[in-house]
């Protein structure tokens, strides 16, 4: 089965800055790429997602990559503020609709 | 999205016993999903409700300790059998965004077993 890794496990960054969390995943069927934002007590929201047929995807301060070819993707949060910090995770899909998730990075936004 | 509530939010359950949680979604989906997410930890899936027919379990999961029931395209639930403290979890069921690969949680269920 798919398997992902997420990195790093925890990202504290100034208010303002920006923050990357990078993930691999190991299945090269996988053709969809959610990130889900998780509040504290919160069921995980969708906030950005991409699919294999797209290299960049904006939505606002935040933004996804996929580089098939090294099978890795990343979430870029710009600006960030302080109702930014949470668990994020991301998440690998094949034709079967099962999601795969990385293990979440907890990111702290200092005020 | 679809609105998707779950029910009990929250139990204490002694152990050996066993919990029946409820997924209800207010539209009709293809696919229903039942996710546990241990304290601190990933989602890991459990399974997938299919309707009108037996739940495809993932590695690690079996029928006897984990029945679900998918009666028709709006509901199913998800049973926690013979409870161990070691079954202490947050339980989330997902539906898919109309026949979209996009999944949409709800607010889960909290379990404590003592």
């Known amino acids: 089965g798919e398997n992902v890794e997420q990195h790093p496990s925890t990202l504290s960054v100034q208010e303002g800055d920006s923050a990357v969390i990078k993930c691999t995943y190991s299945d090269s069927a996988s053709n969809y790429f959610p990130w889900y934002k998780q509040e504290l007590g919160k069921r995980p929201q969708l906030i950005i997602d991409i699919r294999s047929n797209v290299g960049e995807k904006k939505d606002q301060r935040i933004a996804v990559t996929l580089n098939k070819t090294a099978k890795h993707f990343s979430l870029h949060i710009t600006e960030t503020q302080p109702e930014d910090s949470a668990v994020y995770f991301c998440a690998a899909i094949t034709n079967d609709y099962k999601l795969s998730f990385g293990a979440g990075t907890t990111v702290t936004v200092r005020a | 999205s679809a609105v998707i509530s779950q029910k009990p939010s929250r139990d204490i359950c002694q152990r050996g016993t066993s919990l029946t949680i409820q997924c209800q979604v207010d539209s009709q989906v293809t696919m229903m999903f039942w996710y546990r997410q241990q304290p601190g930890q990933s989602l890991t899936l459990i399974a997938t409700?299919?309707?009108?027919?037996?739940?495809?379990?993932e590695s690690g999961f079996v029928i006897d300790k984990f029945p679900i029931s998918r009666p028709n395209l709006t509901f199913s639930t998800l049973t926690v059998s013979n409870m161990s403290p070691e079954d202490s979890s947050i339980y989330l069921c997902?539906?898919?965004?109309?026949?979209?690969?996009?999944?949409?949680f709800g607010p889960g269920t909290r379990l404590t077993v003592t």
């Open positions: 409700a299919n309707q009108g027919s037996e739940a495809t379990y």
């Open positions: 997902s539906v898919d965004g109309q026949g979209t690969y996009e999944q949409y």
